[in-house]
């Protein structure tokens, strides 16, 4: 082995794939062309509930280039499957509005599209129902919610403690449906090879052994006689965590018409069939003596699923971890109704259920006369409130004290008034768990002094195939640029999917022990490395699996500063600064971009994005970027991140957190603070649009 070089970990590093993304050369799922490639459109239901009683092919299958239709009558029979979403076109029920009842395949992507387009379906509708309405006898507590979490939590007696408070803040919180739209839509490239027997699939996924698993189970095949590569991911923030409808309607026409298939989602198909952030309802209860110490914290949260599979977002688990109250109720109830199964968006939980609790505990310090910064410091638990676990690190407070000192909080908490304009600011919380998956890698050392790393990690433009490069270059001590990454395909060891923060966690402890293992070989060899080089591998089941006995979460503090025109209505965010607290910063380039982009989220949901379900038809109203207004450069301020290092031997070998989602957790929050401090109203309902700031104002 060299000399030890400068450690790769740490250092600034630049994406591996960069170049190839700006210069076009980075293929996704819908460019890669096999010979004799076709297209597939589907053909999503025009109505809300009820079932397909016929479906008339004739026009479609007439046109030119048109190939085949598939249809609940005439599709392949497909296997089991956890998620009843995935077993598209194998009966005539239609669970909402956009569910897939037919597949147009053809020779072109205009010939398929305009063979959807010809298709004619029958329906015998029943009446739908698609109001959340916190009420509703169907309405019930669920055992868990999403994460694995239970439904219900109670410590102490919430309700008395409330009642006997001196202070008391009862308080009502609404966050609309919301959707990922990643730039890429999802797709997928699928070849049968009927010699080999043997599937290629090309996804936009998060996880391509997921993927592959479903496949294999779905068609009945062996799992290695099924490969799905996601090497390029043009975005996700969960739409693509699990397998979608999509990639199962590639793989059947592949194998119906003995043809490879590209399908493409249209973007105002993704509401629909992709999942999306459930609207969320929050009551906020808290109780407290005169100095600010909380006495009560009940946060009780209503969503919405769909009939065909149960989503519960754990809008209301966060509660469980930010605050010292001695009494404390946590609690979800869902109301199943005629829409598209909710699911994963960036932070599934965290996101709408601090908002509501970080507005809260704004309007607590209001109520009390207290600076809001000073009300979180005096209610920081000494142990996780919930579980009275210790946690493994937490640094709220420093996060929430170094942001008020580069904020200049304390010169900036007189609101203002230039001409139309009310400038305000505001601050909250923002936290995330620490989560962690068993994973597998291997790790080669190559004849002519390089190596080559290989794990079934996914890089959805997040830069995880950078970071892993430099984990493996510490672990053998020699410069990343001697080190390859290979990830993105389900014939590699398996890993998890990018989800829940946890894939660099993950998936780069199985490299660090992998490249560690490789070392001890190398250092044992005599000899030059041999023509077929040296190989070790590395599985971290059962490390990942053994239960901590601390609380991990990472931690920070949001500040904003907004203005509001009490002309036009439009509220705009001046300045946004974060600070957290996410264990080791392993790449700062690709980390704070991270950061950003999860507060660019933030701000969207706080002041632009939102959808409605049409109560006539059924459907989502906002299904494009025309729409559904996502944050565009002229919206972004500039955005200013820090973050304090943290040493947490409690975690992994890394000490790395995970970073892909806290940033967007607490920025509506401040966001909102910032208007009701700048404008002395406060509006509970989510994004703070024109309307609702005029009506408030005026």
């Known amino acids: 082995m060299d000399s030890t070089p400068a450690p790769a970990l740490g250092a600034p590093a630049a994406r591996r794939e960069g170049r190839e993304k700006v210069t076009g050369t980075a293929r996704y799922a819908a460019e890669h062309a096999p010979p004799g490639r076709a297209y597939a459109w589907p053909v999503p239901a025009t109505a809300a509930c009820g079932h397909v009683t016929a479906v008339d092919t004739a026009a479609a299958l007439a046109l030119p280039g048109v190939i085949e239709v598939l249809t609940p009558f005439n599709a392949p029979r497909l296997g089991p499957a956890d998620d009843p979403n995935l077993r598209v076109l194998q009966d005539t029920a239609v669970p909402h509005r956009g569910w897939y009842v037919a597949l147009a395949v053809a020779d072109t992507l205009e010939a398929a599209r305009a063979a959807a387009d ?13 109001a959340l309405d916190p009420g509703h006898p169907d309405a019930y507590t669920p055992e868990r919610v999403n994460g694995g979490y239970p439904a219900h939590r109670e410590r102490g007696d919430a309700a ?13 919180y609404s966050v609309p449906p919301l959707h990922n739209h990643p730039m890429e839509p999802h797709a997928a490239t699928a070849h049968w090879d009927a010699d080999a027997a043997t599937l290629t699939v090309y996804d936009s996924s998060q996880g391509a052994g997921l993927v592959r698993t479903t496949l294999a189970t779905l068609l009945d095949l062996p799992e290695d006689r099924v490969t799905v590569i996601s090497e390029h991911v043009g975005g996700a923030f969960g739409c693509k965590g699990t397998p979608r409808p999509h990639v199962v309607l590639a793989a059947m026409a592949t194998r119906h018409t003995g043809r490879p ?12 069939v992709v999942g999306h952030r459930p609207p969320t309802l929050h009551r906020v209860r808290l109780g407290a003596g005169r100095d600010g110490i909380l006495t009560s914290l009940a946060h009780e949260v209503t969503t919405h699923t769909s009939r065909i599979r149960e989503f519960v977002e754990q809008a209301a688990v966060p509660g469980r ?6 009494a404390l109720l946590t609690t979800h109830r869902v109301l199943p109704l005629d829409v598209p199964t909710p699911s994963w968006m960036r932070a599934p939980g965290e996101c709408p259920g601090m908002y509501a609790l970080e507005c809260a505990m704004d309007e607590l310090a209001g109520l009390l006369g207290t600076d809001p910064v000073e009300l979180r410091v005096r209610n920081e638990p000494d142990a996780e409130p919930d579980t009275g676990h210790p946690f493994s690190s937490r640094h709220l407070v420093a996060a929430l004290r170094e942001g008020a000192a580069r904020f200049d909080w304390d010169a900036h908490r007189t609101p203002r008034r230039e001409g139309p304009l009310l400038i305000g600011t505001g601050v909250a919380s923002s936290t995330y768990p620490v989560y962690v998956a068993p994973a597998s890698a291997r790790a080669h050392a190559l004849p002519d002094g390089t190596f080559r790393v ?11 195939r950078t970071v892993l490069g430099q984990i493996a270059a510490d672990a053998l001590a020699v410069p990343a640029d001697r080190v390859a990454v290979d990830i993105g395909r389900s014939d590699l060891p398996p890993g998890p999917v990018a989800g829940g923060s946890a894939g660099t966690a993950s998936w780069g402890w199985a490299v660090h022990d992998a490249c560690t293992a490789l070392r001890t070989v190398l250092d044992r060899h005599r000899g030059p490395v041999p023509d077929t080089g040296l190989t070790a591998s590395a599985d971290t089941t059962a490390s990942a699996k053994q239960r901590s006995p601390y609380a991990r979460h990472a931690f920070g503090a949001q500040f904003a500063e907004v203005q509001a025109d009490t002309v036009t209505g439009e509220v705009r965010v001046r300045r946004l600064l974060g600070v957290f607290a996410a264990g080791r910063i392993l790449n700062p380039r690709t980390a704070r971009s991270q950061f950003v982009g999860g507060m660019v989220m933030g701000l969207g949901m706080a002041l632009t994005e939102h959808s409605d379900i049409d109560p006539a038809f059924g459907d989502f109203a906002q299904s494009d970027l025309a729409s559904y207004h996502v944050p565009a450069h002229a919206d972004v ?3 200013e991140v820090h973050w304090i290092e943290e040493h947490d031997k409690h975690l992994n070998p890394l000490g790395g957190k995970g970073i892909g989602e806290i940033g967007i957790v607490g920025t509506a929050a401040a966001i909102a603070n910032a208007f009701h401090h700048a404008t002395g109203r406060r509006i509970r309902e989510l994004p703070l649009t024109p309307d609702r700031v005029l009506a408030a104002l005026h």
């Open 637 to 639: 301020p500039d955005i």
């Open 261 to 272: 298939v590209t399908l493409a989602l249209p973007r105002r198909h993704l509401a629909a």
């Open 454 to 464: 290989e794990t079934a990690a996914t890089d959805l433009g997040t830069g995880a």
């Open 118 to 130: 010809a298709v004619r379906v029958s329906y015998d509708t029943a009446p739908h129902h698609t």
């Open 160 to 172: 008395a403690a409330y009642a006997s408070s001196e202070v008391r803040l009862d308080r009502t």
């Open 321 to 326: 971890v930010m605050y010292a109250a001695p």
